[in-house]
């Protein structure tokens, strides 16, 4: 029996065994072993061989067995146990097993086995069994069997066993049996039962592929044993249906391929719509790059949106008749099928059902968090769903790479993904096959990653798991559908976002052909503008795009009945006014009648036309009508005293009075009746001469349409079946009454226009007193014609054909065309269409009396009336008809009106017959950028005598058009936006438009191929993109991006990837990680145990994936360095493992006796050679030795002198203690200790230094780490300050300038870098100062490039900004050193700032000091169309000022910046002087110049950049030019004594009597008696004053000690002196 190996399998006695625990042999298991007989083989290797029955049971890393007839399995402490006869078996990560002499396998109700010979039984996380004489093996109810001798078994979650005599087994992951064994493959639920008797399958092949066909029962080799149950249902496949048969695409045969599938329709993913995606063999999808990887990375950060169900390292390659491929197939509902129904009936049931179980979640509490491990981003449901849109891709049967080693175990994996949309919303379904996912089995290094990347780094999903080994057992996951192996997930956030594409599409996909609806459409298009108006067959409709539209005016039935008027589109442009438009997405079209189908209609075309790029889908069932084939309708008329216009263009005069029969079509299909009354003359109806009063007209099963001219003789009066009057004021320009087969509308000129289904049209036009009428007949009508408008078919000499079918000549004189022929035609009472007003008959509206005046001789009939002829003949010349009409109504000016009347509808008909040129090309264009394209047009008109004028309205850049040859020019040189018209216009201003209905475009650079087997990208009307393939390095919709190949981590997981800059191509992936072997791109793990040079293990190596570890062997240990081993030295560790007197030896220990005692034969322990007597004192053990008892002690103690009792041995005193460092003694031994700063070693006796630097690293992250004996020192870097444990950055930009005066310092962390100023230059790179940046010269750049702005570049600080700015500047230098103009001369380019406006990057270019070549070859070169991956749209370049920012100059302190065309110059400011020295501007101390600056009674003071001059004492000036004295001579009068306060003089007048500003005022003495008088008067006046504030004083103390308490009268008189006389005193002080 074969089993797959776990990862820990021990088979050892335990408590829990059921086994004798003695006499046990422990087995080291070994790499290989054989057995021959019956017997159990334990061994933890990948390969095994049995030469006999046998019971295969490989251990993990750790395996323990004793032999025994039979086998004991310890449980472990995850186990069940019950008392049973039976063990339940099933793989777990810890597996206990002893063998046994015989193993029984039945399998239960419902078994699943692979046709092979072998039974495989996979892992579970729990598995426990007990000891029995048999093993027993019984498949779980969820297991599943095929037709063979095997068994498969699922792997189960948990299994609980109970004690009893039968065997536990734990798989292994391969075995080769050449005899009778049993291969039991995982299931979900094992359970192995007792049996009587031993079950065995015979003719069993070995084989590791498992297959999925129904199995029978293995046939016992014993009759008489019990068979096995096998159900022979297999399980429901998890999978849509798939491959060949499906009718799926499927490829393979190849490593690393991938398939374009441009969708019908497209999907929404994350944030946009896409329609093509690339199917990788690596198990996923993306939607924007055709590049696929062989190695995941974690999705964060991928760039590419991609959707993933097991990205891994598929190698599709065929070995081993193992055939790996990709199938995949789309379903729309557009061409649905009863199989891609059910598709669509499944998928709409997984969707809702994983929403429902969303839901239940969304109600359970949790967190956005947990939703968001669990169901991704986007976890809103969508109400309703249903699919419409399916795509299935399953990759089955996937080998891990490389196949041609990894095939020959026959384990694959088989997945699918499932995308489903609504048409909006989009949804993920990752669906893995029933044991599907073998690789799990064998392939435990192999890594794959399941989720989705959205595109935009850090916006992704991973399930738990992605990237563990663990994932490879995907299949047995229960799936975030509530079942197994199944998942699912929103692909869109609850945003709006509509479909456009989809909705058309579902349109296009429910219409007929086009010639369903325009097979009865049988009037094409008028050719102009003009013949429209003429054309009354169409009326106004509207507008498509903005353009103005006809529609004819009655609609034509299609196949089914439904009703369609043709809409036909010209242009107002006014170099093609009038022209008619074709195609999409401006031409014309096809309009349902039913207004509801019309809406439908309209909204198509928004979401054809407008909202998508499919027009083109949309008039490939509504195609834009032409005007092949369109003949306007012909044109008669009547005016004046009628004068008529034959259809065939003759005119005559008839002057009769009655109602006649103006025209018959096609026996009576069409019939117009007029009817005629005397003119006016004078206001009186009393001419000689007849005017149209009247018409009535119908269509065959039309209503009857009446027209009379009112009695105000200045409108209409309108009667439809004469039951329906209407008025003009009823009817307007813009809008038509319909009747049955008749329309009713008002002309652009106010005429009524009736017009029949037929084409057949009329209009009346009200003339003073009269009517003019015009008729329209289409050609279908023409052939049988009768009536007053004559015999229409083309040959004017019949048109005076009568009733009976005679003719009169048709140069007969108007006296016989009025009796011959005319009043043949006046009709009778029961002819008549007219409705009569009351009390009026026919007979009321005719004469047969009437005699007209006929045109013989035009003068006579004016009677004479000389003037009036006169005015006449100036106003009508020689226009017969306009005589006569005003010789008969006296009224020139109406006469005129006729006149005027007849030739505008002359002339209508002359330009309707007028046709523009024709114009024809190629109807698609073929196209190669980059190559010229010629085409020649045919041009002419079809009007005799037009001259033709060909003008180019709209070309690409690069094309022409010949005026002479008509021949088409256009050398390719852009891609997009391209529209041509070229437009050919007659002499009489007709014109047409020729305009290639599709443009097939080839562009794909660099190397790129045009793929015509793909489908056209439609990016405008009639731009159809050729989709490319792209040569290696390049990437974009035309090869121009340099495809950066290591974006996606093509490379093995950490390993550098490079990638070479296009025009090379690829990548180069650096070494693979330690442990591996290969070349970076693909990797596997590398034995370094299979080679002793490749491993430094001493004893043991064990090999695992990327690496190894190594082991000692029984009886040693690790040394610290974790490669070397050291004997344990037992009898240290343990002082009691032997009972006296230990020996250590390598790898072991012999335990031996004092004298006088044996070694027992547990060879531990002793016993007395002869027992001492019953009464010996001895505390511990006694022997006789020499007849006498002697006491002896056990190891680790020492016998006291009373020769009796044991105590310890202090062996830290004795010196028998071996310890380095510390020791601490222990009872019957000792322990060894380390000082602070040392670990003990393994040995428990020597110490060895702690080095902290390399351990915990205590000291900062930014400094360095010194370990010394016991201690570390921390000291900070270069760069940063602090006490080593706390370091903190320097900035040396803030404390000086290291760069110098050229360069702009940045500071980093721990360091500092250097970037020279725009216009300054250093040839190497990594400045550690500015001093080597030379001046050069510098430009302004502005830089227009086509992207997107986002709105993290107006930070400057941030890594998207930075990016960006890194990136575009490289492409720019790169541009310029591409360039021989440029190469040499431009240095560098900076970017300062990023603004909006698609982005705008100002930069600054510097060039070489000797640039010649001026501003417009920088700005050519840049303005090239491409940059790197850049589309430039405009480059703008001027000189850069360099002064407007300080820190884009080097003038420092007192130096002026001066900007120059190129560059700047440093002057030094006003008052300073550049010191060649010192290198800077110093001070000028104008001070000391001679002669002096300042004034000779001035002192001079110098200041920084300037000076000052000061006026000397008693001088007063500006100091510079003038300092005069302040006190002049004489200033001060009469010997005063003049001096200065404040730049004024004053003076001390010294005179006595002298006074003023300037002592100039004497003043004479007062004699003695004055002084006397004055003196005394003072006296008496102060003597006065004093009395009478005393008085007042008194006054009022009186009052006050009236109004107190007495205690209060004495405060105030005590305190009221002292503040009367402190106030006083203040006042006085004031004074």
Excluded at 766 to 795: C, E, R
Aim: net charge neutral; hydrophobic share 25%; charged share 15%.
């Amino acid at each position: 029996m074969y089993f797959a190996p776990s990862s820990s399998t021990h088979s050892a006695p335990s408590s829990s065994s059921s086994g004798p625990a003695s006499s046990s042999t422990h087995i080291q298991p070994t790499s290989s072993m054989v057995h021959s007989s019956t017997s159990t083989y334990v061994a933890p290797s990948s390969s095994m061989v049995h030469s006999s029955s046998s019971t295969y049971v490989p251990p993990s890393s750790s395996t323990h067995s004793a032999p025994s007839s039979s086998t004991h399995v310890a449980p472990s402490s995850s186990t069940h146990s019950a008392p049973s006869s039976s063990t339940h078996v099933v793989p777990s990560s810890s597996t206990h097993s002893v063998p046994s002499s015989s193993t029984h396998v039945a399998p239960s109700s419902s078994t699943h086995s692979v046709p092979s010979s072998s039974t495989h039984v996979a892992p579970s996380s729990s598995s426990h069994s007990a000891p029995s004489s048999s093993t027993h093996v019984q498949p779980s109810s969820s297991s599943h069997s095929a037709p063979s001798s095997s068994i498969h078994f699922q792997p189960s979650s948990s299994s609980h066993s109970a004690p009893s005599s039968s065997t536990h087994v734990r798989p292994s992951s391969s075995l080769v049996h050449s005899s009778t064994s049993t291969y039991v493959a995982p299931t979900s639920s094992s359970h192995f039962a007792h049996s009587s008797s031993m079950t065995s399958f015979s003719s069993i092949s070995p084989t590791m592929q498992t297959q999925s066909t129904p199995t029978i029962a293995a046939t016992p080799t014993n009759p008489s044993s019990t068979t096995a149950n096998v159900v022979t249902t297999p399980p429901p496949s998890r999978l849509y249906p798939h491959g060949s048969s499906q009718g799926d695409t499927c490829f393979g045969n190849r490593f690393l391929i991938r398939r374009r599938l441009r969708l019908k329709s497209p999907i929404y993913f994350a944030n946009k719509f896409y329609q093509t995606l690339y199917i990788c063999s690596s198990g996923y999808v993306t939607f924007r790059y055709s590049h696929c990887y062989y190695y995941p990375s974690q999705f964060r950060y991928y760039n590419v949106p991609l959707v993933a169900p097991f990205f891994s390292g598929n190698d599709m390659r065929q070995y081993y008749n193992i055939k790996s491929r990709v199938c995949y197939q789309e379903y729309t509902t557009f061409t649905s099928s009863s199989s891609s129904q059910s598709i669509f009936t499944r998928a709409t049931t997984d969707v809702n059902q994983f929403q429902s179980y969303l839901n239940s979640n969304l109600h359970a509490n949790w967190t956005t968090a947990q939703l968001t491990a669990k169901f991704g981003l986007f976890h809103q449901t969508v109400d309703n769903f249903v699919a419409k849109h399916v795509i299935v891709i399953t990759w089955s049967d996937m080998v891990p790479y490389p196949s041609y080693y990894y095939s020959r175990f026959g384990l694959t994996n088989t997945f699918q993904l499932v995308l489903v949309s609504n048409g909006e919303n989009t949804f993920a379904l990752y669906n893995y096959e029933v044991d599907g996912m073998q690789w799990w089995r064998r392939f435990h290094g192999v890594r794959a990653r399941v989720g989705y990347a959205t595109g935009t780094s850090h916006v992704y999903h991973e399930i738990a798991k992605s990237g563990h080994r663990d994932i490879l057992k995907i299949d047995s996951f229960l799936g975030n559908t509530g079942m197994t192996g199944k998942w699912a997930f929103r692909l869109d956030p609850n945003t709006f976002h509509v479909n456009y594409v989809q909705k058309c599409l579902a349109w296009w996909y429910n219409q007929y052909h086009i010639s369903y609806y325009n097979q009865f459409m049988n009037s094409p298009c008028p050719c102009t503008w003009r013949q429209v108006w003429f054309d009354r067959r169409f009326n106004w409709w509207g507008s498509v795009a903005r353009y103005p539209c006809a529609q004819s005016r009655f609609s034509s039935p299609t196949l089914n009945g439904d009703r369609m008027h043709r809409v036909c589109c010209y242009t107002t442009n006014s170099r093609r006014f009038g022209a008619l438009m074709h195609g999409s997405p401006n031409g014309g079209t096809l309009t349902y009648a039913n207004r509801q189908l019309r809406n439908l209609d309209n909204e198509a075309y928004q979401n054809c036309c407008i909202r998508s790029r499919l027009c083109y889908l949309y008039y490939n069932k509504r195609s834009s009508g032409s005007c092949r084939g369109y003949r306007p309708p012909r044109r008669t008329w009547f005016w004046g005293d009628p004068h008529i216009r034959t259809l065939d263009g003759k005119q005559y005069t008839f002057n009769g009075l009655g109602e006649y029969n103006l025209i018959n079509l096609q026996n009576d299909y069409v019939m117009i009746q007029a009817r005629t009354s005397q003119a006016l003359v004078n206001g009186t109806r009393s001419a000689k001469a007849t005017v149209f009063s009247a018409v009535a007209a119908k269509q065959n099963n039309s209503d009857v349409v009446q027209a009379t001219l009112n009695d105000q003789n200045d409108g209409l009066d309108i009667l439809v079946n004469g039951n329906i009057s209407l008025t003009m004021n009823d009817l307007s320009q813009n809008q038509t009454r319909e009747f049955n087969n008749v329309d009713l509308a008002l002309s652009q000129n106010g005429s009524l226009v009736v017009a029949f289904s037929s084409g057949a049209s009329l209009e009346v036009t009200v003339l003073p007193g009269l009517i003019s009428i015009a008729v329209n007949a289409p050609s279908s009508l023409q052939g049988q014609s009768v009536g007053l408008l004559g015999t229409w078919n083309g040959d004017m000499n019949d048109d005076f054909t009568r009733p009976d079918g005679t003719k009169i000549p048709i140069n007969a004189t108007e006296f016989e065309v009025y009796y011959g022929f005319g009043e043949k035609w006046k009709i009778n009472e029961t002819q008549s269409l007219f409705t009569y007003p009351p009390g009026t008959t026919y007979h009321n509206f005719t004469d047969p009396n009437f005699i007209p005046q006929f045109t013989d001789n035009i003068t006579a009939l004016f009677g004479g009336d000389t003037a009036l002829y006169q005015q006449a003949l100036s106003s009508c010349g020689n226009d017969i008809p306009c005589l006569y009409d005003a010789s008969q109504t006296l009224d020139v000016e109406l006469a005129v009106q006729g006149k005027d009347t007849a030739e505008g509808y002359e002339e209508a008909e002359n330009e309707a017959e007028n046709f523009p040129p024709v114009i024809t090309g190629p109807s698609t264009m073929n196209v190669t950028y980059g190559e010229v394209f010629t085409a020649a047009l045919s041009i002419s008109d079809p009007n005799t005598g037009d001259s033709i004028t060909v003008t180019a309205d709209s070309i690409p850049t690069g094309a022409s058009l010949d005026p002479t040859s008509y021949r088409f020019t256009w050398n390719v040189s852009s891609y997009t936006n391209i529209s041509i018209q070229i437009v050919a216009r007659d002499s009489k201003g007709a014109a047409s438009i020729y305009s290639p209905t599709q443009i097939l475009m080839c562009y794909c650079a660099n190397g790129g191929v045009c793929d015509y087997t793909g489908e056209t990208v439609e990016d405008s009307s009639s731009i159809s993109q050729i989709p490319c393939v792209c040569a290696d390095g390049w990437s974009g919709d035309h090869c121009t991006v340099d495809f950066d190949s290591c974006a996606n981590f093509p490379c093995y997981e950490n390993v550098t990837c490079t990638d070479n800059q296009a025009p090379l191509t690829g990548y180069k992936c650096g070494s693979c990680p330690q442990g591996y072997t290969g070349d970076g791109q693909f990797c596997s793990d590398f034995d370094e145990c299979a080679n002793s040079t490749t491993h430094n293990c001493q004893q043991v190596c064990v090999n695992t994936v990327g690496s190894y570890s190594c082991s000692c062997h029984s009886g040693y240990e690790f040394n610290s360095d974790g490669k070397t081993c050291s004997d344990i030295d037992e009898c240290f560790k343990n002082s009691q493992i032997c009972s006296q007197v230990c020996t250590n030896t390598n790898g072991s220990y012999i335990c031996s006796c004092n004298s006088g005692f044996k070694l027992n034969s547990d060879n531990k322990t002793c016993t007395a050679l002869t027992s001492c007597s019953s009464n010996n004192n001895c505390s511990e053990s006694c022997t006789r030795i020499n007849g006498k008892d002697q006491c002896a002690c056990r190891n680790g103690y020492v016998l006291q002198s009373d020769g009796i009792s044991c105590a310890d041995r202090n062996e830290c005193l004795d010196n028998t203690a071996m310890c380095q460092m510390l020791c601490n003694n222990t009872a019957g031994g000792y322990e060894c200790g380390c000082g602070s700063g040392y670990t003990l070693n393994a040995d428990g006796r020597t110490c060895t230094d702690i080095n902290e630097c390399s351990t915990s690293n205590p000291c900062d992250a930014n400094a360095n780490c010194q370990n010394t004996a016991g201690s570390y020192v921390c000291s900070c870097k270069s760069g940063y300050t602090g006490n080593g444990k706390t370091c903190s950055d320097i900035n040396e930009c803030s404390t000086k300038n290291p760069c110098g005066n050229n360069a702009n310092c940045f500071n980093s962390i721990g360091s500092y870098n250097c970037q020279c100023k725009p216009g300054f230059y250093a040839g190497g790179s990594n400045l550690q100062n500015g001093n080597s940046c030379q001046k050069e010269t510098a430009y302004q750049l502005a830089v227009k490039v086509d992207a997107t702005f986002n709105p993290l570049f107006n930070d400057k600080t941030s890594t998207a900004y930075k990016n960006e700015v890194a990136k575009l500047q490289a492409a720019i230098l790169s541009a310029y050193q591409n360039n021989s103009q440029t190469v040499n001369e431009v240095k560098t380019v900076t970017i300062t700032n990023l603004r909006q406006g698609s982005v705008i990057a100002d930069c600054v270019v510097t060039v070489l000091k000797n640039y010649t070549r001026g501003t417009t070859v920088l700005k050519n070169v840049i303005q090239t169309g491409t940059v790197s991956s850049y589309i430039i749209q405009s480059a703008n370049i001027s000189d850069y000022n360099e002064c407007a920012n300080s820190a884009d100059n080097s003038c420092v302190g007192n130096q002026q910046c001066i900007n120059t065309i190129g560059s700047y110059t440093c002057n030094c400011s006003t008052g300073y002087l550049f010191n060649a020295t010192q290198q800077q501007c110093v001070d000028i101390n104008e001070c000391k110049t001679s002669p002096s600056v300042c004034h000779i009674n001035a002192n001079c003071i110098n200041t920084a950049g300037s000076y000052q001059c000061q006026c000397k004492s008693g001088y007063i000036g500006n100091g510079k030019s003038n300092c005069t004295l302040v006190c002049t001579p004489n200033y001060c009068s009469g010997n005063g004594i003049c001096y200065v306060t404040n730049n004024t003089p004053k003076c001390n007048c010294t005179t006595p009597g002298a006074s003023g500003s300037q002592c100039a005022r004497i003043t004479a003495p007062l004699s003695t008696g004055a002084i006397v008088g004055v003196s005394i008067g003072s006296i008496v006046g102060i003597l006065f004053i004093i009395a009478l504030v005393f008085l007042i004083y008194r006054h009022s103390k009186s009052k006050q000690r009236r109004a107190v308490t007495p205690d209060q009268g004495l405060l105030t008189s005590r305190k009221s002196p002292q503040s009367a006389f402190e106030e006083n005193e203040g006042n006085e002080h004031q004074c």
